[in-house]
Nanobody, 117 residues
């Protein structure tokens, strides 16, 4: 079993920064990618940024390009999301997700980010 633990959420003002972290534990050796999702008031989850160690690729949604940076450690199975110049629209629950096998994913519990204008 794999468990994910997120941290780093909080309340900030527009223009400020936060860093989210996600750490995997348990049987983590099969994890090949980790992704951050944004869940806003509509309760849909949207990909914010993704890191794939097998393919050596990084993905950002258009809305966060240039403001957010994803980084991670393939050995420790950790991933971070540095969020700069935050906007009120970034207010959401942020979830970390790890892919542990083809079409098999594990989710973290989520961490709240609130950006006031």
């Amino acid at each position: 079993q794999v468990q994910l633990t997120e941290s780093g959420g909080g309340v900030v003002q527009a223009g400020e920064s936060l860093k989210l972290s996600c750490a995997a534990s348990g049987r983590t050796s099969s994890i090949d990618s980790m992704t951050w999702f944004h869940q806003g008031p509509d309760r849909e989850r949207y990909v914010v940024a993704s890191l794939n160690w097998t393919a050596s690729t990084v993905y950002y949604s258009e809305h966060v390009k240039g403001r957010f940076t994803i980084s991670g450690d393939n050995v420790k199975k950790t991933v971070s999301l540095q969020m700069n110049n935050l906007e009120p629209y970034d207010t959401a629950i942020y979830y970390c997700r790890a892919r542990v096998a083809a079409n098999t994913y594990v989710w973290g519990q989520g961490t709240q980010v609130t950006v006031s204008s």
